[in-house]
């Protein structure tokens, strides 16, 4: 089976030069994955094992998680996606390479934050298929300089636009600095994701996540779009602001329930 063609893996090539192509993903920044389910899974063999340790959810034992590899850079990854992403099935103890990463390279080193996250969302929604972590430039420099508690990260958000609060209705959450790369970043971003499909990665990044890269990808350009937004006008008389009232009256006409206790 020609793994390059499936749409999944398209998908990821489609959503890697989208990511590079907006100045989110300079040099290795940034990492995506995506959950395969074959009809029926092709005949494998095992190319590299690599030990983790996490404790692996029952959800995800036996997964198949297509992830870009470690300090692979996103502008390469649709023209050698072999060399670029893996296929791993994921054990109890460790991720076993099944296709890709064609020059000995390992999944990314946020693979634990992957695996963590993808099974929050699953348990959140049977639907849920793609992790995305990118540098989305505004969206870092907002969590410089505005109040990193989520309630008021996220009605800043909300306020900026009508669109923020159509697709970010179940808040954004934002998780104070934290090294990369560990276990612990992947632990709390997991948390953060059981009932919500965004996270910020204070002076980092965002975690966005969807059924399709499309969803995941587009979350964080409205949370990016929002925080430009601020930052164009947080300097200036604000002679017009979106209320708490006109923000109940848009959930109301959208059909929305939004996250509690975040409207006054």
């Excluded at 959503?15 to 989110?24: M, N, P, R, S």
């Excluded at 992957?114 to 907002?142: E, F, G, K, P």
């Excluded at 954004?172 to 612990?184: H, M």
Aim: hydrophobic share 45%; net charge negative; proline share 4%.
């Amino acid at each position: 089976m020609d793994i390059t063609s499936l749409p999944e893996t398209q998908e990821l090539l489609r959503a890697a030069a989208a990511l590079y192509q907006k100045g989110w993903a300079e040099r290795n920044g940034g990492n995506l994955s995506r959950i395969i389910r074959f009809e029926q899974e092709p005949d494998f063999y095992v190319k590299r094992v690599y030990p983790l340790t996490i404790a692996v959810p029952p959800n995800l034992i036996g997964s198949l998680i297509m992830i870009t590899g470690s300090g692979k850079y996103m502008r390469n990854i649709a023209r050698e996606p072999s060399v670029n992403l893996g296929l791993v099935r994921i054990r109890e103890d460790n991720a076993e390479l099944l296709w890709g990463l064609d020059d000995g390279a390992a999944p990314s080193s946020e693979l634990a934050a992957h695996i963590l996250s993808h099974s929050a969302r699953l348990y959140a929604d049977d639907n849920h298929r793609v992790v995305l972590h990118t540098h989305a430039t505004n969206a870092v420099a907002m969590s410089a300089v505005y109040d990193l508690d989520e309630r008021e990260f996220t009605r800043k958000l909300w306020r900026q636009c009508t669109e923020s609060l159509m697709f970010l209705y179940d808040g954004v959450a934002v998780l104070p600095w934290t090294p990369c790369g560990t276990d612990e970043i992947g632990v709390l971003t997991a948390e953060k994701l059981t009932d919500r499909r965004a996270v910020i990665w204070t002076r980092h990044g965002v975690f966005g996540t969807g059924v399709d890269a499309d969803e995941a990808l587009g979350l964080v350009e409205i949370i990016d779009k929002a925080a430009e937004l601020y930052l164009k006008t947080a300097h200036l008389p604000v002679l017009f602001e979106i209320s708490d009232e006109q923000l109940r009256e848009l959930a109301d006409v959208l059909g929305l329930t939004v996250r509690a206790g975040y409207l006054s």
